[in-house]
Nanobody
Framework: QVQLVESGGGLVQAGGSLRLSCVAS????????VSWYRQAPGNERELVAR???????KYADSVNGRFTISRDNAKNTVYLQMDSLKPEDTAVYYC?????????WGQGTQVTVSS
């Protein structure tokens, strides 16, 4: 079983940047997919960005061009660089890793963007 711990959230003004990190307790080298999701109050959890092995990286239309997902297998870490943040990006952000067909979630990190 893999445990995921997100960090890097916080309060930022519109137009600012944050970098989220998701550290796995074990190797993610064999992960078939690593993703970031977010959930705002009253909304369903939505996909923000995903890296799928041997496929193009996928971004939600609302963040395309502003957010960048990356993975560092040597550090067992997945990152989400968020630039040009908007108030509508306010949400709890969750990391997800799919490893040997099983999906794992972190506890989430709050991102709040003030106008």
């Amino acid at each position: 079983q893999v445990q995921l711990v997100e960090s890097g959230g916080g309060l930022v003004q519109a137009g600012g940047s944050l970098r989220l990190s998701c550290v796995a307790s074990g190797s993610i080298f064999s992960a078939s997919a690593v993703s970031w999701y977010r959930q705002a109050p009253g909304n369903e959890r939505e996909l923000v960005a995903r890296i799928i092995r041997f496929q193009p990286t996928k971004y939600a239309d609302s963040v395309n061009g502003r957010f960048t997902i990356s993975r560092d297998n040597a550090k067992n870490t997945v990152y989400l660089q968020m630039d040009s943040l908007k108030p509508e990006d306010t949400a709890v952000y969750y990391c997800n890793v799919v490893l040997y067909g099983l999906g794992y979630w972190g506890q989430g990190t709050q991102v709040t963007v003030s106008s």
